[in-house]
């Protein structure tokens, strides 16, 4: 089997001439920074940390922009009513307004009044704290966030098959050290750039790669083998490789004997999914399918991950057990250089749906319906286990759902009026909360909306800790001190929460809120009570679970057995009846949406950088030129994309490497060409997920 390099130790990250040692404000790649304040402002370098080894991406290397631009947010604004503007206030009359409104709602209306919806952004400190703040000092069940559009698909299907979920089971660099690579649904070459050295790395000592995308993406082009299924349809194509994995020999039966349980129903569901058929049901061809069996027979080690792909779908967290069971049927999990994992997304993607900021759970990676979850967190915060709300809604629901009991909301670390499914329907159920605060760096689309918006600190002005797509904690430290009179997020929470009568519990100090999360999570899934801020930093981060104050955690899961009562893992038998947002006569194409290399997510960052506004200056809709042609559509023309949900005008791009039956439109603008004003309304009903991979569509040229 073939060895990944290994690195030299990393240096020490107290002060250095290079300034101080912290990571990237954007993706959960969480390349590791020096940044530097100089005469001539501030100066980003790239740093040895094991995820990037010195090199960052576009949006790293500006990432410094935001911090003096004066697009920031300096001070507090408010209005008395939606039909003024909003004009710049003080802390104490913001956040008293913030206190009083709140007050108010939960007494007319009842505790749930009162909402909070956060961010997978957020360092872990204040995801833990906010958790904290709507249970304890709001009294409500109302929370949710962001993650939900973005992992719970893959969250729902690890914890089913693996009894546990964390993105990536192993560290980044044992993918150069596997003899196949599995992207499905992942665009990495322009989500994670800098995750393409890994890619390299594996090319260069033999391994091989497959991309499985309805587009030929810029990872495409660092494949072996790529094929273009028509989108949502990855379930099919998954129980087509166990079909001819099963045909060709190469499940290990030892492995599925002594490691998993299930696998008899999945084998039967398989062999209904014979190779033409496959190829009726997703595009991809026979040949194409023998291809891929062909790279699995050669494969003695194989990774397998999904991103958004396969995930933002009605059948999002059914294609990833689907893709599961594969792996599980070759023997390729919970071995060295083999494994299943989902790229997680946001800066702290993977530590935001750990800590309590999600609607079903405590800190540690609790159920908050499990007494004995409940019994622990509550001793914590010095609470009754009965005083603790129970589980609230999922994000779809808080933000569009006008029958809730909602009436009031705090949006922290996200920018919904851009970014959530069917915006317009959030947009209206925003607009119709009798009071909305966001809590925001920049005047978001959705602070534009709020009734009282709070400035807040950036990445490099707080110290906190994220954990990165690989479950790696890693410490964010503080570089420069924030513009003069602006709160970090969690002395936001507890100006709030003295207002709300909670005088202690809400500590300022990011290290004392950790060490009460340590308490919080210990023992639970997530267990972080043996890290602390000073091992993160010698160690080059800790992977949870980490109970024990030695060593670097738990790096590598499931070698030994799998966090399932008996340490087996599960086969699931999905089903894969496609009942999806399907295209007809009336909407004959796929849309589908996505992501650029130049912007990230709503764009209310990335908007604001002015290099990064030029490369990508505006949205558009990606369209084979061969569906142009018919038409009548030519490159740069404006076209109207419609949907069951709306309409949008975009100049087209025509390009070869979209499928002729799939549209691909970017959402990181908000306004007149916001992808989401578009997209379905349809949840995968197993987590929450919604399906913005997949919208029925129809597209017509705008003649004037
Ligand atoms: N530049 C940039 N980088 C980012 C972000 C950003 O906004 N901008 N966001 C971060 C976050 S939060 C996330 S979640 C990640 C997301 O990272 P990715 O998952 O890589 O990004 P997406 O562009 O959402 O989707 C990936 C690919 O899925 C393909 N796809 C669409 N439908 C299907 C299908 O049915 N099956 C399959 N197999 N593929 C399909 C699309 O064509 C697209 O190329 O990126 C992170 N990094
Ligand atoms: N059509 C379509 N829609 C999608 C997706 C898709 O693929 N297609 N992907 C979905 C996914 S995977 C995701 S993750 C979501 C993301 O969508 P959003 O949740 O909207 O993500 P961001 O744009 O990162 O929003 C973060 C907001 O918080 C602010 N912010 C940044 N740092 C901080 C901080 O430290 N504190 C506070 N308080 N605020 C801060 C930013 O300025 C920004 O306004 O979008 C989802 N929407
Ligand atoms: S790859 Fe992600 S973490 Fe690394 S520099 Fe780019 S945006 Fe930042
Ligand atoms: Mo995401």
Known sequence: MRRVRTYPAPAALTADPQGVATHCPYCALQCGMWIRSTEHGVEISGRDFPTNRGQLCRKGWTAGELLDSAERLRIPLVRDSREEALRPATWDDALDRIADAFTGLQRAYGNDAVAIFGGGGLTNETAYLLGKFARVALKTRMIDYNGRFCMSAAATAMRKAFGLDRGLPFPLDDIAGTDLLILAGVNTAETMPVLVRHLDELRASGGRIVVIDPRRTPTAALADVVVQPVPGTDVALAYGLLFGAIRAGLTDGEFIAERTVGFADVRATAMGYWPERVELLTGVSVAQLDELIHELALARTTILLTGRGVEQQVHGSAAVLAYINLMLALGRIGRPYCGYGSVTGQGNGQGGREHGQKADQLPGYRRIDDPEARAHVAQVWGIAPGDLPGPGVDAVTLLTDPDTDVHGMLVIGSNPVVSAPNAQLAEKRLRSLDFLAVVDIVLSETAELADVVLPTTQWAEETGTMTNLEGRVLLRQKALDPPAGVLTDIEILHQLARRLGHASGFPTDSRQVFDELRQASRGGVAD?????????????????????????????????????????????????????????????????????????????????????????????????????????????????????????????????????????????????????????????????????????????????
């Open 528 to 704: 972080y009570s043996g890290i602390d801020y000073e091992r993160i930093a010698a160690e080059n981060g800790i992977f949870w679970p980490c109970s024990e104050p030695a060593g670097i955690g738990s790096p590598r899961l499931f070698l030994a057995g799998f966090a399932t009562p008996d340490g087996r893992a599960r086969f699931v038998d999905v089903a894969a009846d496609l009942d999806a947002d399907c295209p007809d006569a009336a909407f004959p194409f796929y849309l589908t949406t996505g992501r650029l290399m130049d912007h990230y997510q709503s764009g209310a960052q990335t908007r604001r950088i002015a290099s990064l506004r030029r490369a990508s200056p505006e949205p558009f809709a990606e369209v084979h030129t061969a569906t142009a042609r018919s038409l009548g559509i030519s490159d740069g023309e404006r076209v109207r994309i419609v949907t069951r949900q709306g309409s949008v005008i975009l100049p087209a791009r025509l390009t070869t490497t979209i499928r002729e039956d799939t549209i691909f439109v970017p959402f990181h603008w908000g306004g007149s060409g916001r992808a989401n004003t578009v997209t379905t309304n349809a949840v995968d009903s197993t987590c929450g997920m919604p399906a913005f991979k997949l919208t029925a569509a129809r597209v017509e040229a705008v003649r004037e």
